[in-house]
């Protein structure tokens, strides 16, 4: 008679407490006992599979062995290898059943590129997932220790589905555990039908939360990927970041961007606000931006503020181009108390929030809620609440303001002290002053009062607007000769201003409708151009002179001076069309107004491209 037994069975029988006495007497006396060894040489592995007459049973164990059995254990596996997959796929108990759930658990992992031994915590964070619907109610508080008896501890003709496994350093119990090579092969053919179907949720979370080495990570994070969770794999890639060392985290960091990017527009796509709010928060910038635009869209106000709380810019500015583009002057006010004040001596893009804040406070004339911003520091809302104190003429205050220290005031009284006649205490404070608001609004009022002899007071020795009010004067009147004197002595816009006289006369002594006059006509608007003389330009325009009409859209357009170009626009003017659909591309930062887009649209049905690229960008 021929049989075989493990090792572990041999000691048991010859232990001295055995109660099996007969079969303990007929090995110790009457049985020849011989020893197979643990693993087969690579030499008797190739003998074996050349000699013909070597049993098929054999010869299949010695393929299985070559091929996964790690140490050629054929005998291993021609002994427990069968029995072991049974016991897998049919559990007899309840307790076999948690067997079953955390052995399935491990070849997912395992499948997935986990190729170190498992985790303890793992197996029991993943398990859940795997336990069977009968046995999730009032399942045992110790169902993985049930479980893991069964899968590690309780052999099956010799082996175990897991082989338990310590990794942490000195003597201790089990902390991981090592899939049986056999029933890893056996996952990858019967599993591998099922690459692309659904694995529980319990198993990716705890990948996530118990995988530790970058390489595992990254194999991980790209089965994730592959499989559309990119919530999971924007997280593994992120921890694999985290687990490198500096040198190579940047290029493991490049890689998280790369695939936040694509993540990202795939969720954007999907209007999936909750799944981008979660790959922002694991740090995706492409993530952050598209929720913001998302939120943006659907008028999401509330997710707007909170994402700003938190810091994200990208909602930060979607908010505001939200509440600017209602006029909604609280909500706007809420958004500027979560920015630091500006600073009043540095004008940056990030202040415009401030900028239409002041705006909207100025329009509705909110002296109380100015009057809080102007004490906070907001140098915008000064501007604005000197403003609505001048419109309104409450020149007291106004005054208050100026005499604080104010200079954003100064110029809004200069111009309400003009309006209102109190023209000496203009002349006193512009006395006072220097170069200030206060000389120009003076200067200009002087001009406008044709005052010379007092102008030119204002204006000896001066280097601020006053020479230019003195040398314009002259021109209306026509002195020439005092243009003449006043440019030999340097004095600043006088030649300027007698440039423009000489190609005015030229243009209005050349005979009409000669090639001369027209010669003249052009020189004499392009230096309109040149100085900026906007209001002769807008004259001659008036008066229907086409050249100087199109020269003032060119004008308005190299300024964005939006609102004035949607007034020539609005009158069909092709140029001021297509300058206007130039200007808003040109300032992608400045959103169209509806009136702008309106006549943006209207261009974009006659075929512009440029017209139809920033009115699909609007609201």
Same mark, same amino acid.
């Given at each position: 008679?021929?049989?075989?037994?493990?090792?572990?069975?041999?000691?048991?029988?010859?232990?001295?407490?055995?109660?099996?006495?007969?079969?303990?007497?007929?090995?110790?006396?009457?049985?020849?006992?011989?020893?197979?060894?643990?693993?087969?040489?690579?030499?008797?592995?190739?003998?074996?599979?050349?000699?013909?007459?070597?049993?098929?049973?054999?010869?299949?164990?010695?393929?299985?062995?070559?091929?996964?059995?790690?140490?050629?254990?054929?005998?291993?596996?021609?002994?427990?290898?069968?029995?072991?997959?049974?016991?897998?796929?049919?559990?007899?108990?309840?307790?076999?059943?948690?067997?079953?759930?955390?052995?399935?658990?491990?070849?997912?992992?395992?499948?997935?590129?986990?190729?170190?031994?498992?985790?303890?915590?793992?197996?029991?964070?993943?398990?859940?997932?795997?336990?069977?619907?009968?046995?999730?109610?009032?399942?045992?508080?110790?169902?993985?220790?049930?479980?893991?008896?069964?899968?590690?501890?309780?052999?099956?003709?010799?082996?175990?589905?897991?082989?338990?496994?310590?990794?942490?350093?000195?003597?201790?119990?089990?902390?991981?555990?090592?899939?049986?090579?056999?029933?890893?092969?056996?996952?990858?053919?019967?599993?591998?039908?099922?690459?692309?179907?659904?694995?529980?949720?319990?198993?990716?979370?705890?990948?996530?939360?118990?995988?530790?080495?970058?390489?595992?990570?990254?194999?991980?994070?790209?089965?994730?990927?592959?499989?559309?969770?990119?919530?999971?794999?924007?997280?593994?890639?992120?921890?694999?970041?985290?687990?490198?060392?500096?040198?190579?985290?940047?290029?493991?960091?490049?890689?998280?961007?790369?695939?936040?990017?694509?993540?990202?527009?795939?969720?954007?796509?999907?209007?999936?606000?909750?799944?981008?709010?979660?790959?922002?928060?694991?740090?995706?910038?492409?993530?952050?931006?598209?929720?913001?635009?998302?939120?943006?869209?659907?008028?999401?106000?509330?997710?707007?503020?909170?994402?700003?709380?938190?810091?994200?810019?990208?909602?930060?500015?979607?908010?505001?181009?939200?509440?600017?583009?209602?006029?909604?002057?609280?909500?706007?006010?809420?958004?500027?108390?979560?920015?630091?004040?500006?600073?009043?001596?540095?004008?940056?893009?990030?202040?415009?929030?401030?900028?239409?804040?002041?705006?909207?406070?100025?329009?509705?004339?909110?002296?109380?809620?100015?009057?809080?911003?102007?004490?906070?520091?907001?140098?915008?809302?000064?501007?604005?609440?000197?403003?609505?104190?001048?419109?309104?003429?409450?020149?007291?205050?106004?005054?208050?303001?100026?005499?604080?220290?104010? /200079?954003?005031?100064?110029?809004? %009284? #200069?111009?309400? @002290?003009?309006?209102?006649?109190?023209? =000496? +205490? !203009? &002349? *006193?404070? $512009?006395?006072?002053?220097?170069?200030?608001?206060?000389?120009?609004?003076?200067?200009?009022?002087?001009?406008?009062?044709?005052?010379?002899?007092?102008?030119?007071?204002?204006?000896?020795?001066?280097? /601020?607007?006053?020479?230019?009010? %003195? #040398?314009?004067? @002259?021109?209306?009147?026509?002195?020439? =000769? +005092? !243009? &003449? *004197?006043? $440019?030999?002595?340097?004095?600043?816009?006088?030649?300027?201003?007698?440039?423009?006289?000489?190609?005015?006369?030229?243009?209005?002594?050349?005979?009409?409708?000669?090639?001369?006059?027209?010669?003249?006509?052009?020189?004499?608007?392009?230096?309109?151009?040149?100085?900026?003389?906007?209001?002769?330009?807008? +004259? !001659?325009?008036?008066?229907?002179?086409?050249?100087?009409?199109?020269?003032?859209?060119?004008?308005?357009?190299?300024?964005?001076?939006?609102?004035?170009?949607?007034?020539?626009?609005?009158?069909?003017?092709?140029?001021?069309?297509?300058?206007?659909?130039?200007?808003?591309?040109?300032?992608?930062?400045?959103?169209?107004?509806?009136?702008? !887009?309106?006549?943006?649209?209207?261009?974009?049905?006659?075929?512009?491209?440029?017209?139809?690229?920033?009115?699909?960008?609007?609201?």
């Amino acid at each position: 008679m021929l049989a075989t037994m493990w090792t572990a069975d041999l000691d048991h029988l010859r232990a001295d407490d055995s109660q099996h006495s007969q079969a303990k007497h007929l090995i110790l006396h009457g049985a020849r006992l011989l020893d197979v060894a643990e693993s087969f040489s690579d030499e008797q592995i190739a003998t074996l599979q050349d000699d013909r007459s070597t049993d098929v049973r054999l010869q299949a164990a010695c393929d299985t062995a070559e091929t996964v059995g790690h140490g050629r254990r054929v005998i291993q596996t021609l002994a427990g290898g069968p029995s072991l997959v049974d016991r897998f796929e049919h559990p007899r108990s309840q307790a076999e059943r948690f067997a079953r759930a955390t052995v399935t658990a491990a070849m997912d992992a395992r499948g997935l590129g986990y190729r170190l031994p498992i985790p303890l915590e793992l197996l029991q964070a993943a398990g859940p997932g795997y336990i069977e619907e009968r046995d999730r109610v009032d399942a045992p508080p110790d169902w993985i220790h049930q479980g893991l008896r069964h899968a590690a501890y309780l052999p099956s003709h010799g082996v175990t589905a897991l082989a338990p496994r310590r990794l942490a350093t000195g003597p201790g119990p089990a902390d991981s555990y090592a899939l049986h090579d056999y029933l890893d092969e056996h996952s990858g053919e019967t599993r591998v039908r099922q690459r692309r179907a659904p694995l529980p949720a319990t198993l990716w979370e705890a990948l996530v939360a118990h995988t530790t080495d970058t390489e595992i990570a990254l194999s991980l994070a790209d089965h994730a990927f592959d499989r559309l969770l990119y919530r999971y794999g924007l997280a593994l890639y992120q921890k694999a970041a985290l687990e490198q060392p500096r040198h190579v985290s940047e290029d493991v960091t490049e890689l998280f961007e790369v695939v936040g990017d694509r993540a990202a527009r795939v969720l954007y796509a999907r209007e999936d606000a909750d799944e981008l709010r979660r790959l922002a928060t694991a740090g995706s910038d492409q993530a952050s931006m598209r929720l913001a635009v998302l939120l943006e869209q659907r008028g999401d106000v509330a997710s707007l503020f909170e994402l700003t709380r938190h810091g994200n810019l990208d909602a930060r500015w979607r908010l505001f181009h939200l509440l600017a583009e209602r006029r909604d002057a609280r909500l706007l006010g809420e958004l500027v108390d979560l920015l630091p004040l500006p600073d009043h001596r540095i004008e940056s893009e990030e202040d415009e929030p401030n900028r239409v804040l002041a705006q909207l406070l100025d329009e509705h004339s909110d002296l109380p809620e100015l009057r809080r911003r102007v004490a906070l520091g907001d140098p915008y809302a000064a501007q604005a609440l000197a403003s609505v104190l001048a419109r309104l003429g409450m020149l007291e205050e106004l005054r208050g303001l100026v005499d604080a220290g104010v /200079d954003d005031a100064e110029w809004p %009284l #200069a111009e309400a @002290l003009a309006a209102h006649g109190e023209i =000496d +205490e !203009l &002349r *006193r404070r $512009a006395a006072a002053a220097g170069e200030s608001g206060f000389r120009h609004v003076l200067a200009k009022l002087l001009m406008e009062r044709h005052a010379v002899d007092e102008l030119k007071a204002l204006s000896e020795g001066a280097n /601020d607007d006053a020479p230019g009010y %003195l #040398a314009k004067l @002259l021109d209306q009147l026509n002195d020439v =000769d +005092e !243009l &003449r *004197r006043l $440019a030999r002595r340097r004095t600043p816009f006088a030649s300027r201003y007698l440039k423009l006289n000489r190609r005015r006369s030229q243009y209005l002594a050349a005979p009409g409708g000669s090639r001369k006059h027209e010669a003249a006509r052009n020189r004499f608007i392009a230096t309109l151009v040149e100085y900026g003389e906007d209001e002769e330009l807008r +004259e !001659l325009a008036a008066a229907g002179d086409a050249i100087a009409q199109h020269a003032l859209i060119e004008w308005l357009a190299d300024r964005d001076r939006i609102a004035e170009l949607i007034t020539f626009a609005d009158a069909d003017d092709p140029t001021a069309m297509s300058r206007l659909a130039e200007a808003c591309v040109r300032s992608p930062h400045q959103r169209p107004t509806k009136e702008a !887009l309106a006549v943006l649209r209207r261009l974009s049905d006659q075929g512009s491209p440029r017209a139809l690229t920033r009115s699909c960008s609007g609201p």
